[in-house]
């Protein structure tokens, strides 16, 4: 969910992220003989765990790498990922949080600059790294790490907001992030006084976050998905403030509200909001049917001040 211009994620209490008391997303095992299928296991834990009935949800990525999901008695397991959006939530959370999602990873939000974090601590172990010799064992792979770096972090290129995933997956085979440590992973050992780059999450959870940011922001180009994310009514204001949110870049403020218009993506309410400290802004709401005029109707909009 978006509040107060930020986007948080759902986290269970401590007690359940088990080991080292981390942060974790809502999850547990797929019973078969209980859950039809994998979202019907997906709702019952949320629902157990937070309190929470999902609605829209979306499967995301399958994730099966040894040594990321330690399970007593060596068991390999597969964690699937689900996304869900929401506006609001029950009053008992049964313990359950909203987290800001730029805790885990305050890499991804530019809308104040290019972060201080990757200027001073990430590029420059990054191409420290690149320059390193593969550790023995390592798997081939058809891009060179600084081809790589240059894709996912702009390093020598350009920023771009979907790659989240290929980001924070560069920095667990770097050993930059606890996970990595955690995991045993060799190159986590080659660094010293390495600071916290983001707060750690539980087994796997901040890689299938990254996955989550990375689908959400790329939707938000195709598809009229910021509109669960919002109350039935807005302004103009909030919705530009909210994609600036998920993307993490500013958008300049008159193109924004000219694509919003032109694409038909809204309708005046006839209704005003008082809320905005300065005179009163009109009301909008989705306008569903622009779903059926057009296969993308979405919001492909530039960076840029306000």
């Known amino acids: 969910m978006v509040q107060d211009q930020q986007p948080h994620i759902l986290v269970v209490r401590p007690g359940l992220a088990g080991e080292d008391c981390r942060d974790a997303l809502p999850f547990g095992p797929f019973a078969p003989r209980a859950h039809r299928t994998l979202e ?86 990054l191409k420290a ?36 995933l290929e980001r924070y997956e560069l920095l667990y085979e770097a050993g930059l992030v606890e996970e990595a440590r955690r995991d045993g992973r060799s190159a986590a050992n080659r660094w010293a006084d390495l600071p916290e780059l983001g707060r750690p999450m539980a087994l796997d959870h901040r890689r299938i976050l990254a996955t989550a940011m ?26 530009q403030k909210t994609v600036e949110s998920i993307s993490g870049r500013l958008l300049h403020k008159q193109n924004f509200r000219r694509l919003v218009e032109k694409g038909g993506l809204v309708e ?32 492909r909009v530039s960076a840029g001040r306000s």
């Open 40 to 125: 019907i296991g997906l709702r019952e834990w949320v629902e157990r765990q937070t309190g929470i009935e999902l609605g829209y949800v979306e499967q995301l990525y399958t994730f099966g790498d040894r040594g990321r999901h330690a399970e007593p008695g060596g068991a390999h397991t597969l964690s699937v990922g689900y996304l869900a959006l929401t506006r609001g939530t029950p009053a008992d959370m049964r313990g359950a949080y909203w987290s800001p999602w730029y805790t885990y990873f305050p890499w991804e939000d530019w809308r104040e600059g290019k972060p201080q974090i990757l200027t001073e601590e990430i590029e420059p172990r």
């Open 214 to 239: 990375g689908r959400v922001r790329g939707k938000l180009k195709y598809r009229p998905v910021v509109f669960e994310l919002l109350p039935p009514e807005f302004t103009l204001y909030d919705l």
């Open 129 to 164: 790294w690149a320059e390193r010799p593969p550790s023995p064992g390592e798997p081939a792979r058809p891009l060179r790490r600084p081809e790589r770096l240059k894709i996912g972090f702009g390093i020598g290129g350009g920023w771009d907001e979907e790659k989240v």
């Open 268 to 299: 005046p309410t006839g209704n005003v909001s008082t809320e905005t400290g300065g005179r009163p802004a009109k009301l909008y709401r989705f306008r569903r049917e622009v779903v059926l005029e057009r296969p993308a109707p979405g919001l």
